[in-house]
């Protein structure tokens, strides 16, 4: 049983591939969902479909906004959004615990990022890095964070 009266979603563009991505994610699913409710929802990706590129990304963002739920608190990650440090980013999550907020949804881009659209309707804009990352990197840099922040707001050792 979760310790947090939290439910996460990770709203994906793209399958993960590759061998290397895979059982990391796994690892840090697992670790997670002893601390909230984890659930991974996958969007087809449309990027190098023949399509150009702005209307694949308006493609993914309507596959996107279909999971989308009202009253849900939508993190989009993009390297031009606020920078936190993983202390922060665990102080974020308390503040949404403590304001009531029960359903958090992590929105990640695939290729070539999220559509403008799918940004604006966030309520936070969180960058990993200023560096352009793997958007397959990205879920497991967000999986390991979000591990890290639950062990900060728990004070177990992990973080050390």
Avoid: C
Avoid at 52 to 71: D, N, R, S, V, Y
Avoid at 144 to 160: D, N, S, V, W
Wanted: aromatic share 8%; net charge positive.
């Amino acid at each position: 049983m979760p310790l947090f009266p939290l439910h996460l979603r990770l709203i994906a563009v793209g399958k993960l591939r590759g061998s290397i991505w895979l059982p990391a994610m796994a690892e840090y699913s697992q670790r997670l969902r002893h601390y909230a409710k984890f659930d991974l929802v996958e969007i087809r990706d449309v990027i190098g479909k023949g399509l150009p590129e702005a209307t694949a990304l308006a493609e993914e963002g309507k596959a996107i906004i279909q999971f989308l739920e009202p009253g849900n608190y939508a993190i989009t990650l993009d390297r031009e959004g606020k920078p936190l440090s993983s202390e922060q980013f665990a102080q974020l999550l308390r503040r949404q615990i403590d304001g009531g907020i029960r359903k958090i949804d992590f929105i990640i881009g695939g290729p070539m990022g999220l559509d403008k659209k799918i940004i604006a309707q966030g309520n936070f804009r969180l960058a990993l890095s200023a560096m352009t990352l793997p958007h397959e990197l990205a879920r497991v840099v967000l999986l390991e964070q979000l591990y890290r922040a639950f062990t900060i707001l728990r004070g177990e050792p992990y973080h050390k």
